[in-house]
């Protein structure tokens, strides 16, 4: 039973307790109540007891019943519940299997389908392979065949054209070889025409090449300066005891100071000209004032530095007052005035820019084109040249870098650094420069070399000349500036000129070191002589 079954017992037992309790108590407290009350009470007791009982037991059934039916519901759904699980969990597993049933079904079909397709490929591959051997067996034939036709044709061919296969393919290959020659002999005319044709501007671009830097067989003649001394004694006072006076004057200026035996006679040797200027100066004035010690020589040679400062403004200015140049930047002034202490091949870098200025100058305003920007860009396109010794770089690149922090015109700083074609052409105004610049740099007696660099550049043309198949003389004239090459008119017709011309002047270039530029002429000449009699 419930629980309420199990109280409800209690009750009753408590009940009948009581019940047993009060009957004995009754009994035992005497007969002072009648027995009829006595009884009565207790049938009273007795029948509450048993109603109150019986009332518990009927909740209790009904409780315990209504608990067994819960119970009995709860377990039906609960079973409902796990048996809709179980259901659930069978039916998704057979639709797993049915699943994997099929794929498995569809595997074996494709394997199935599969197996057929390469039995089929074997059969065909078989039939393939048969067809293949019964067509070699059939080409081995025919190829034969063909080799002996072949062979026949060529003896007969042969013995028609009277060379061999081997002659007669080196006939074909030096047709062919001579037939590309001229074609692109005519391309490079036609090409050179429409140049010509549509390039006035263009034509103003071919210039000589650049100039290059001072030349290692003339350090000599550029680094040194002579100082002409009274006397041969004059030397002791300039080396002063244990050579003190030499030493202070070397450390003050920066120079070498050779005394030899060259009598009356002191050279200063420096690679700087600015600095062998100023020691040249100093010098000149020690001997001079025949005071010679160390702190006479610091004092002199101080007053000798800012001389030349002063020379080289003014020499700046006087070379921008004479070309027409105007608005300068007074660090670009110095630079300009230092420019008359350094030389190029022989050639004053000074004088050099000024001639280039006025050249451009002339053609700007020859052809309408702005006159004092052409001026401007030609004066300074060298500048960077006079920094060469004392920074990193190139001559234009340093030309490019001064220009610029000065704040230089765009078109000016363009004409700097394109005057060696490192940078592309922006404008005809250093188209103009670069034109300029060649000018005077590759006309006669403008600049000079030594003996050997002239012989060896010489000899180079002509080795670089005679070197080509056709040619019979050569003659390099005009100091090295022109070159002449006699070609034999059996060798080299009038189409392989151009390309032989061309060919020669790109190795030219290529092999050789020459300022301004050299010309190429290719010469082919036929004569027919007889004589009447």
């Known amino acids: 039973m419930g629980e309420q079954a199990i109280l409800a017992l209690l009750g009753v037992l408590v009940a009948l307790g009581a019940a047993v309790g009060a009957f004995v108590y009754g009994k035992g407290a005497g007969r002072a109540v009648g027995r009829a009350e006595e009884v009565e009470r207790q049938r009273a007791a007795k029948a509450t007891a048993e109603e109150s009982a019986q009332r518990i037991l009927a909740d209790a059934e009904r409780e315990a019943e209504a608990a067994r039916k819960s ?46 397709t390469i039995d089929q490929r074997d059969r065909e591959l078989a039939r393939r392979a048969s067809e293949l051997g019964r067509r070699e067996k059939v080409v081995a034939d025919q190829q034969g065949e063909i080799d002996a036709l072949k062979a026949d044709a060529t003896r007969r061919l042969e013995e028609l054209a009277g060379l061999s296969a081997e002659d007669a393919k080196a006939e074909l290959m030096r047709r062919m070889e001579e037939q590309a020659q001229a074609d692109a002999a005519n391309r490079i005319r036609e090409i050179r025409e429409t140049a010509r044709r549509n390039a006035e501007r263009e034509a103003k671009k071919i210039v000589a090449l650049a100039v290059q830097r001072i030349a290692a067989e003339h350090t000599a003649e550029t680094t040194v ?11 002791g006072r300039i080396i002063g005891r244990e050579g003190r006076n030499i030493r202070a004057f070397e450390l003050a200026t920066g120079v070498d100071v050779i005394i030899d035996d060259t009598p009356d006679t002191v050279v200063v040797s420096c690679f700087d000209p600015v600095r062998r200027e100023v020691a040249r100066q100093a010098l ?57 202490w350094r030389t190029s091949y022989g050639q004053n870098i000074l004088q050099h820019s000024k001639e280039v200025a006025w050249l451009a100058g002339i053609m700007a305003a020859e052809l309408g084109l702005d006159v004092a920007m052409a001026k401007r860009g030609a004066l300074l ?68 070399e030594a003996f050997e660099t ?80």
């Open 71 to 116: 119970a009995v519901v709860s377990g039906k759904e609960e079973l409902l519940k796990l048996r809709e699980a179980q259901d659930g969990e069978v039916r998704g597993r057979r639709e797993e299997v049915e699943r994997e049933e099929r794929r498995l079904q569809e595997r074996e079909a494709q394997l199935d389908r599969k197996s057929e």
């Open 225 to 235: 300066s002579s100082v002409a001394l009274p006397n041969d004694e004059m030397k």
């Open 284 to 340: 000149e004035k020690l001997v001079s004032d025949g005071r010679i010690h160390p702190g006479r020589i610091e004092e002199v040679v101080n007053k000798a530095r800012q001389e030349v400062e002063k020379q080289i403004l003014e020499t700046g200015e006087q070379a921008a007052y004479e070309v027409g140049v105007a608005g300068l930047h007074p660090e670009i002034i110095k630079l300009v005035g230092r420019m008359r």
């Open 381 to 448: 396109h060298d500048m960077g040249k006079v920094l060469t010794h004392e920074h990193e770089g190139t001559h234009v690149q340093l030309g490019v870098e001064m220009a610029t922090r000065y704040g230089e015109h765009p078109l000016v700083v363009n004409a700097i650094a394109a005057h060696h074609d490192d940078v592309p052409h922006e404008s005809e105004v250093s188209v103009l420069v670069q034109a300029a610049d060649a000018i005077s740099g590759s006309r006669p007696g403008a600049r000079r």
């Open 454 to 533: 002239y012989v060896k550049r010489l000899e180079g043309l002509e080795k670089i000349a005679s070197s080509y198949r056709g040619v019979e003389k050569v003659f390099a004239i005009q100091a090295g500036r022109e070159v002449r090459i006699v070609v034999t008119p059996e060798d080299v017709d009038d189409v392989r000129m151009t390309a032989l011309s061309e060919e020669i002047a790109r190795r030219i270039e290529a092999e050789l070191q020459y300022p301004g530029q050299i010309k190429v002429v290719v010469i082919r000449e036929t004569r027919a002589v007889d004589f009447a009699r």
